[in-house]
């Protein structure tokens, strides 16, 4: 990831149903259907992931 982008970028590790480690793109916001995903969450974030999810979201939105 470039320097600029790695505060909005989460990487999470393959764990779950995650087969590979992901990012959530905090500056690119998507609407998906729940179905593509079949039955239940592909993972649970821990509260250190969501807490840097809310403190990116708050930056890409000029709120911090």
């Known amino acids: 990831v470039y320097p600029a982008f790695r505060h909005w970028r989460i990487t999470l590790p393959a764990r779950d149903r995650l087969l590979k480690p992901c990012q959530i793109v905090v500056d690119q916001p998507r609407a998906l259907d729940r179905r593509r995903f079949g039955e239940g969450p592909l993972t649970t974030l821990t509260r250190e ?5 809310e403190r990116s979201l708050k930056a890409v939105m000029g709120m911090l």
Do not use: P
């Open 49 to 53: 992931e969501m807490q840097a999810v």
